[in-house]
């Protein structure tokens, strides 16, 4: 008997100390989360540092991939999330996947305006980005080439060569690229004008990367004089000092919702609500307002610290993010079919 006791004692001393203590976090210990992000490294740093000043017993681990990338992360760890929050992804996919998520309603529900939200609380979008040519000055003078104002510049014979834009199938930014040419040129009324474009400018791409934000590094450092990305990124690259300019082209930018959204399944649902809260607070947009110059709070007011245009005085495509979702399957299968021959190896 006495042996008995001993080994049910043994058992126990050694039985992991979460289940000692229900399976739950310790009294008093940290809270964890554990969040996926589209964001750009540099502004998500800054947004999750003003967030564990503001929320000390919050432990927030972050992993910063391209949308595709997230997405990919989350249908196949569907069966044993690792996540508990996305954070600031693109919207046309959050949309179209919504049996990944549950529906959380967060504080401040009410104060984000009704076209950037889910009305039942599956996605609510905390900012929006446009699409931007960067284009590189001291490039373009070393060719002899013009400064493109239009996407119709940027399928001249000129610039064969000098172009590098991201590919859709992993980018958000490619696919609202591809998708705002798309919509100017009639897609939804079956034309094949966009597809037009595309096939032309296709002559002039190097390559298609596979984030967003590569081409505008990449035409900062001189490898070619114009990467197609998106505003925030080729402000930042003005800010650090390298030789671009900032392009929306006069056809339209495209641009998407950054968004957020409650992981079905998530290990640690209190603490990703306490999160996904403070993610719509007024410090919390007043934050992203630096970098992006546009967010989803009403009467919001903050100071862009970036030489971002004023959202009134940019055109913007007439994008259409149901559409976009329901429809980004066929549209990638077609591209790809068209263009994967110069898409970046993964």
């Given at each position: 008997m006495k042996k008995g006791w001993l080994?049910?004692?043994?058992?126990?001393l050694f039985l992991p100390a979460s289940l000692l203590a229900g399976g739950g976090q310790e009294e008093g210990a940290a809270k964890t989360v554990v969040i996926y992000t589209a964001l750009e490294e540099d502004e998500t740093a800054e947004y999750l540092a003003l967030a564990k000043k503001e929320m000390p017993a919050l432990d927030i681990k972050w992993v910063r991939y391209s949308t595709g990338e997230v997405m990919a992360k989350l249908i196949a760890e569907k069966d044993n999330p690792q996540a508990d929050v996305v954070y600031g992804t693109a919207v046309t996919e959050l949309a179209g996947a919504k049996d990944l998520f549950v529906s959380y309603k967060a504080k401040d529900f009410d104060k984000i305006g009704k076209d950037y939200k889910d009305p039942a609380g599956y996605w609510t979008a905390i900012d929006m980005y446009v699409a931007a040519f960067c284009v590189n000055k001291d490039r373009l003078a070393k060719r002899g080439l013009p400064m493109p104002q239009s996407w119709a510049d940027l399928t001249k014979p000129a610039f064969k060569g000098e172009v590098i834009m991201p590919n859709p199938a992993s980018s958000g930014t490619g696919y609202l690229q591809v998708t705002s040419l798309l919509f100017m040129n009639g897609v939804k009324q079956g034309k094949e004008g966009g597809w037009d474009i595309l096939k032309k400018l296709h002559e002039n791409i190097v390559e298609y990367t596979n984030s967003g934000s590569a081409p505008a590094k990449l035409a900062s450092s001189g490898e070619v004089a114009v990467g197609v990305s998106f505003s925030y990124r080729v402000a930042k690259q003005m800010a650090d000092g390298f030789p671009v300019?900032?392009?929306?082209p006069s056809e339209g930018s495209g641009y998407e919702l950054e968004a957020n959204a409650l992981v079905k399944g998530a290990k640690h649902p209190e603490a990703a609500k306490q999160f996904l809260d403070w993610a719509l607070s007024e410090n919390a947009m007043k934050a992203y307002y630096k970098y992006k110059g546009v967010v989803t709070r009403t009467g919001v007011v903050g100071e862009s610290?970036?030489?971002?245009?004023?959202?009134?005085?940019?055109?913007?495509?007439?994008?259409?993010?149901?559409?976009?979702a329901k429809n980004k399957p066929a549209l990638i299968e077609?591209?790809?079919?068209?263009?994967?021959?110069?898409?970046?190896?993964?």
């Open positions: 080994l049910v004692a043994l058992a126990i300019t900032m392009v929306f610290t970036l030489p971002l245009p004023k959202f009134e005085d940019m055109k913007l495509a007439p994008m259409d993010f149901p559409w976009s077609k591209w790809n079919s068209l263009f994967q021959d110069k898409a970046q190896k993964k």
